[in-house]
């Protein structure tokens, strides 16, 4: 079965840092590509970066600088390293795998709050 | 940059009822169209990609259409279980609709 794990959430000052993980089962993270995306509470999805399977990154201009997608190949694991963070990055940021371009499927969550 | 438009923001039916969801893109993304289904305190799912094919393990009663520009999401005749939140996503730059909720009447 294909799953995905999200952790590494929690409550955090701005400026602070903090590194989300998502562990996959049932597929091999380093052959897809991978994205993150978020909702902020009570918000629409955002959709945040994106690894493609050869290693190439994107980013939302509203991370770019501040957060770097990457893989772990031999733990089967993406994860999100946020730097700088700021209040309004407060939000349940989900793991998906993408396929073709679309999110299929995703993880169950972390949530992240950029607090003092 | 590509922006979509989903209409209504709320649509409020009742079950057994047929219910359309509309998608616009500010300009072209072809067929490449895909909508999500969202409910309360769980992840997104992939309902429809491609505009017009369903996901694995989609009921029948979920269907996708259109091109260029407008798109539409129908759902035939409403299951209590289909409440929830819709949103539709573009493959150009990953972004999302703001959503469309879907609420008992």
């Known amino acids: 079965e294909v799953q995905l794990v999200e952790s590494g959430g929690g409550l955090i000052q701005p400026g602070g840092s903090l590194r989300l993980s998502c562990a996959a089962s049932g597929f091999t993270v380093s052959s897809n590509y991978m994205s993150w995306v978020r909702q902020a509470p009570g918000k629409g999805l955002e959709w945040v970066s994106v690894?493609?399977?050869?290693?190439?990154?994107y980013y939302a201009d509203s991370v770019k600088g501040r957060f770097t997608i990457s893989g772990d190949n031999s733990k089967n694991t993406l994860y999100l390293q946020m730097n700088s963070l700021r209040a309004e990055d407060t939000a349940v940021y989900y793991c998906a795998r993408v396929q073709i371009r679309w999110f299929d499927p995703w993880g169950q969550g972390t949530l992240v709050t950029v607090s003092s | 940059e590509i922006v979509l438009t989903q209409s209504p923001a709320t649509l409020s039916l009742s079950p057994g009822e047929r219910a359309t969801l509309s998608c616009r893109a500010s300009?072209?993304?072809?067929?490449?169209l895909a909508w999500y289904q969202q409910k309360p305190g769980q992840a997104p799912r992939l309902l429809i990609y491609?505009?017009?094919n369903r996901a694995t393990g989609i009921p029948a009663r979920f269907s996708g259409s259109g091109s260029g520009t407008d798109f539409t999401l129908t759902i035939s005749s409403l299951e209590p279980e289909d409440f929830a939140v819709y949103y539709c996503q573009q493959r150009s730059n990953w972004h999302f609709g703001q959503g469309t909720r879907l609420e008992i009447k």
């Open positions: 690894i493609y399977s050869g290693g190439t990154t």
């Open positions: 300009q072209s993304v072809s067929s490449y």
């Open positions: 491609d505009a017009s």
